[in-house]
């Protein structure tokens, strides 16, 4: 019996010792190169997030700049009256006058009334840069807010923008027909008439930005009103 205890425990110890140890399992080439795909399409999404949104950022930088440059003309002419003050607009027989920036308006402090804006470019190919609502130049600034100068001691004007001023004259009973400048309702009936200086004015300020010295330039935004 007790024999048998021993071949039992014995045999126990061979039975044991029989099994090989099991190794530890590695990863295959097939499992690792699955990873580095796995991971690096991760990153690859990441990085297109990150510039996604980098654009959208700089897109909305962009924009706001436009909006802004839009606004200071409609805050520059604001109060101005629609036609000029002394020469007025009068039709002389098929000839329109006062129409335009008046003789010895040249520069835009000389302009006293909406219709001289008519036509009018403000940086990239027109005046020296975009304006501010007081009419001076708006000129390029550094990361602390102060002008830029160029190498001869002259304040850099603002680059790569420009804006654009259309003034049309509308219908008074549908603001989305534009008229020609000369236009005029004859007298009718009961109704006396309306004279050429008589007629609603649209304001459109198309803002640009871009590459002045290739002509490349993309509207941004524009900014329309309408004075009664």
Same mark, same amino acid.
């Given at each position: 019996m007790a024999r048998r205890s021993a071949d039992i425990r014995s045999g126990g110890r061979t039975h044991a010792a029989g099994h090989p140890r099991r190794r530890r399992r590695g990863f295959t080439l097939i499992e690792t190169s699955l990873a580095v795909v796995i991971i690096g399409v991760g990153v690859i999404a990441m990085v297109d997030a990150q510039r996604a949104f980098l654009q959208s950022n700089g897109w909305s930088n962009h924009a706001a700049t436009a909006t802004l440059?839009?606004?200071?003309?409609? =805050? %520059?002419?604001?109060?101005?009256? @629609?036609?000029?003050?002394?020469?007025?607009? =009068? %039709?002389?027989?098929?000839?329109? @006058?006062?129409?335009?920036?008046?003789?010895?308006e040249i520069t835009v402090q000389d302009f006293d009334d909406l219709d001289d804006f008519d036509g009018a470019l403000f940086g990239a190919g027109g005046s020296e840069g975009p304006i501010n609502a007081v009419g001076e130049i708006i000129y390029e600034t550094d990361a602390d807010g102060n002008v830029r100068y160029d190498e001869m001691g002259d304040p850099i004007p603002l680059q790569g923008w420009s804006q654009a001023v259309f003034v049309e004259k509308i219908d008074p009973f549908n603001l989305a027909t534009v008229v020609p400048d000369d236009y005029f309702d004859p007298p009718s009936g009961t109704f006396d008439g309306r004279d050429v200086d008589e007629f609603p004015l649209r304001v459109t300020v198309v803002v640009s930005a871009g590459d002045p010295a290739s002509g490349e330039m993309e509207e941004v935004t524009r900014v329309t009103w309408v004075v009664p």
């Open positions: 440059l839009a606004n200071e003309i409609r =805050e %520059l002419t604001r109060h101005m009256a @629609r036609h000029d003050p002394v020469t007025g607009l =009068e %039709l002389d027989g098929q000839t329109l @006058r006062g129409w335009g920036a008046e003789p010895g």
